[in-house]
């Protein structure tokens, strides 16, 4: 028996729940509106008690004989290929990568107007509303507010059951037709969309003004203006007043009051006028909590779809650092995001099945990971591309930066540098390649976590990864791989110095399900066996998969807890045990000076004594 | 009186019909607002059996008997009953026709009940009549019934009959399939992607008055008119369907007094 696949299309319009002229509904009609409304936001008549649900409309694509009825669809998309999908690309330890794109071409035809989500009072219109106009015409003009609305993708076969087939997650983005050939289409991205630089700021900008005439660097107090602004603003935190000073804060109604010269920055006089913009800052929080409250809270993207408890396991498991960063200005969610993924060493995605955004720190694939061998790779299919470009022998991380005002891509910025660099790789590849890396998001102290950054990029990137393209039947009872997912891959041009065949280790970074085969983009996940002191850094970090080490520069200063500094930079002291046991190493390099300050002494270890 | 041309049932052949001609029921007397049922479970209302789509149901809420109504011109002779898209068949549902020749007169049977073994499209075909209302007495097993198309109107009997060479509808499927095969020479196995039904409806030397008569009303109503149709209702039944034109028609003018027509068609058996 051949499988027969089908595919549909959910679509979640909104609707009012309400009936036109029945309170609450203050709509009338001859009053209002000459018509009923249609029970949408567009139709509406009194909006101020428009009350909205949704309701799901299914199309399905016209198979013809097999389509099964008793899965209710509308079957007026064409045929398979009228669903398009440009699968998004991860880009692995270097930003969000490109979005998904779902598109799906319908055709126009006449429809009753009679179900959810259509014309509640078909019946009382005087017209047969299945011959006049036509289904997406009415549409278009009942529902043009789609953006952000879920859709779904399901693919499945006849004999399955709706809720056993796999449905894919996107957000409408875009619908264009009817057309004069009778088309009408939606657009659709993975939810990351919502982090895109015309969308998403972190942090939101503010409207507040200094009232205050002149703010002498010694005053303590400031307003704000216009009158009221102050509820844009917290109750507590941070500002920078006209882009030259941060300044802590406390605010009762539109008066701060405000301790001067804040994270690096001077005191200074300003006027009248001058902005105040709230501060964004992040301090000594793990990596995975800073980017769930960018994406949800500043990209507005529904928590729901964030395992925050996933995110923690993985970031403790190998990842295990604290990161602090101030941002000033309002600033490009996905700018953060990036900034974060490439530093810390991340890929995030969207996983469209499980309706989840992915965080996963790089590291080796597992030796027990799927097998994709010549048996089930498509005939012909497999291509191989180097990347030569994405070669890294040196890397200089710099970090500390001296204040959220200070340019971000200057070295003078920043206290703090380490070069990293790994000679044996110069040498085999005849030149150095150099890349450089300026982080706002490693403070001081933080040397182990700067050298991190580099020993992720250099063993990652020492030799470079190659690209895999290549396609799978969608076999009964086969392998079904996943977006995101390491596998390991074979095939006889892939072979060791003397010619045996090896598995080469893959991250999929692109999947395109259709409605046949997966068609699959994956990048060689590799990471070199540095010998970590080649890299020319005296602290050496641990490779990416290996228990983090604790190993922590001193810098110059007064009055230094150990204990102190390292809760600046781990979060797992509180929680360790007998068997957590990790040696911990301060450095104080030469040239740098530890002092007593107000008869304390220079230096105290604190307690370091695990919990029991 | 009647025939019942379904894949499943031929209640009766009476001498009065030619049953060799090819027949074809596109003329449809239904509207909206003369259909009504008994019972109707949401958004599915009894007026979806007055479009052509088969994706539009009226799904009744009840198992009881009852009854489907469709008010129609009195004053228009009518000869056929279509059904499609139903669950008459798996439903074990008992079929009965009845008539109201006037209105507010008495209801009168038209076609005795009947059962059908399965869900193909229905033509019921007796003979010419006028009548205010046509009915439908459903009386149902332990399945609510549910119908997607209905026709109630004035057949078109073909005057000659299909030629040789026709492929029934019912054969007529267009299937794509996509097969795998791995780069170590396995079969990975095959997935249909679509089936279709479509065919031609050849017929040769109408006669050019009978064309214009009979047949250019139809061929106005041009790519995507829907119709009932037998192709060998004596002989082959079951080769009955619902079907709609996929191409606009074009007759041929062959010679005086002569015309060739072959519709491109789709369909369901089904």
Redesign the interface.
């Known amino acids: 028996m051949?499988?027969?696949?089908v595919q549909y299309v959910e679509v979640d319009v909104p609707v009012c729940t309400l009936v036109y002229g029945v309170a609450p509904c203050m709509a009338e009609l001859g009053v209002t509106g000459a018509v009923k409304c249609t029970n949408t936001r567009r139709t509406c008549q009194a909006i101020e008690s428009y009350t909205e649900t949704t309701t799901t409309l299914r199309f399905a694509?016209?198979?013809?004989?097999?389509l099964p009825?008793s899965i209710?669809?509308?079957?007026n998309i064409e045929?398979?290929d009228n669903i398009s999908f440009t699968a998004g690309e991860i880009s692995l330890g270097q930003t969000l990568g490109t979005r998904s794109s779902l598109k799906v071409t319908f055709r126009d035809?006449?429809?009753?107007d009679?179900?959810?989500g259509y014309d509640p009072y078909s019946?009382e219109r005087g017209y047969?509303p299945?011959?006049q106009g036509s289904h997406w015409g009415k549409f278009r003009a009942r529902q043009p507010y789609l953006q952000g609305r879920p859709i779904r993708w399901i693919q499945g076969f006849a004999d399955q059951a709706l809720a056993d087939m796999d449905t894919r997650h996107f957000f409408i983005e875009s619908f264009d037709g009817p057309s004069l050939d009778g088309r009408y289409s939606l657009t659709a991205k993975d939810i990351l969309k919502f982090l895109d630089d015309d969308r998403a700021l972190a942090p939101r900008p503010n409207n507040g003004e200094l009232a205050t005439v002149m703010l002498a660097p010694s005053d303590v107090s400031a307003t704000l203006q216009p009158a009221g602004i102050g509820a844009e603003y917290a109750a507590v935190g941070y500002v920078t007043i006209g882009g030259a000073e941060s300044v802590a804060f406390t605010r009762s109604g539109d008066t701060l009051t405000i301790v001067r010269a804040r994270l690096g920055t001077d005191a200074a006089e300003h006027e009248q006028g001058d902005r105040i913009q709230t501060l964004l800052r992040y301090d000594q929080e793990k990596v995975s909590d800073v980017l769930y409250d960018l994406m949800t809270v500043y990209g507005a993207i529904d928590p729901a779809y964030i395992n925050l408890d996933d995110w923690h396991d993985e970031d403790d498991a190998y990842i295990g650092r604290l990161y602090t960063g101030n941002i000033a200005e309002p600033t490009a969610v996905r700018k953060l995001v990036n900034e974060l993924i490439h530093e810390v060493g991340l890929a995030i995605w969207w996983d469209d099945l499980a309706q989840k955004i992915r965080f996963q720190a790089l590291r080796k694939i597992l030796t027990t990971a799927g097998r994709l061998?010549?048996?089930?790779?498509?005939?012909?299919?497999?291509t191989i591309r180097e990347q030569p470009t994405k070669r890294l022998s040196e890397m200089m991380v710099n970090y500390a930066l001296r204040s959220p005002l200070h340019p971000l891509n200057e070295f003078t910025s920043y206290r703090e540098s380490r070069f990293l660099r790994s000679g044996q790789a110069a040498e085999d590849y005849g030149t150095p390649a150099f890349k450089e890396v300026f982080s706002r998001w490693i403070a001081r102290f933080q040397t182990n976590t700067a050298s991190r950054v580099g020993a992720i990029q250099i063993g990652r990137f020492r030799n470079p990864p190659r690209k895999f393209s290549f396609s799978m039947?969608?076999?009964?009872g086969?392998l079904v791989v996943e977006q995101g997912g390491g596998y390991l891959l074979s095939?006889w041009p892939m072979q060791d110095e003397t010619g045996v065949k090896v598995d080469v280790p893959i991250q999929i970074t692109r999947l395109n399900p259709l409605?046949?085969?997966f068609q699959i983009e994956a990048e060689e996940m590799t990471f070199a066996d540095l010998d970590l002191g080649d890299i020319g850094d005296p602290d050496p970090p641990p490779p990416p998969d290996s228990p983090v080490e604790r190993i922590i520069t001193l810098g110059d200063g007064p009055n230094v807890d150990l204990r102190a500094v390292y809760d600046s930079i781990y979060s797992d002291f509180g929680t360790a045990s007998e068997d957590d046991k990790l040696p911990i190493t301060f450095i104080l390099p030469s040239g740098r000076t530890i002092r007593s300050v107000t008869g304390g002494p220079a230096l105290t270890v604190s307690s370091f004594q695990p919990v029991s | 009186m009647a025939l019942i041309l379904s894949p499943s049932l031929v209640l009766s052949a009476a001498a009065d019909y030619d049953l060799t001609a090819p027949v074809l029921g596109w003329e449809n007397d239904i509207?909206?607002a003369g259909t009504s049922a008994d019972s109707s479970v949401d958004?599915?209302?009894a007026?979806?059996l007055?479009?052509p789509?088969t994706?539009?149901l009226w799904k009744s809420a009840s198992t009881d008997v009852q009854y489907v109504t469709f008010a129609i011109n009195e004053e228009e002779p009518i000869d056929y009953l279509g059904i499609a898209?139903h669950n008459l068949g798996s439903g074990g549902i008992i079929v009965e026709v009845e008539v109201q020749l006037f209105d507010s007169g008495e209801w009168s049977s038209l076609i005795d009940g009947f059962v059908v073994a399965n869900d193909a499209p229905i033509l019921v075909r007796f003979l010419e009549t006028t009548a205010n209302a046509v009915r439908l007495k459903l009386t149902p097993l332990a399945t609510p019934p549910e119908i997607a198309v209905a026709h109630v109107g004035h057949m078109m009997v073909m005057p000659v009959g299909i030629p040789f060479g026709h492929t029934p509808l019912i054969d007529g499927?267009s299937t794509r399939?996509?097969t795998?095969?791995?780069?170590?020479?396995?079969y990975?196995?095959?997935?249909?992607?679509?089936?279709?039904?479509n065919t031609q409806l050849a017929f040769q030397y109408l006669r050019d008055d009978w064309y214009r008569a009979n047949m250019r009303p139809f061929v106005k109503q041009g790519r995507g008119a829907t119709f009932f149709y037998s192709g060998f209702p004596d002989s082959h039944p079951e080769e009955a369907g619902y079907a709609w034109l996929t191409s606009d028609p074009r007759p041929t003018f062959i010679e005086a007094g002569w015309v060739n027509i072959t519709f491109e068609i789709g369909g369901?058996v089904?």
């Open positions: 051949i499988r027969q696949r694509v016209d198979v013809g004989d097999f009825r209710p669809a509308i079957p045929s398979h035809h006449r429809h009753s009679v179900g959810p019946t047969d299945y011959r061998t010549p048996s089930n790779v498509d005939e012909g299919s497999l039947f969608r076999q009964e086969g095939g409605p046949d085969r | 509207t909206v958004f599915y209302p007026t979806n007055a479009n789509a994706n539009l898209r499927r399939i996509t795998g095969n791995s780069e170590a020479g396995d990975l196995g095959s997935i249909m992607l679509s089936q279709k039904l369901i089904e």
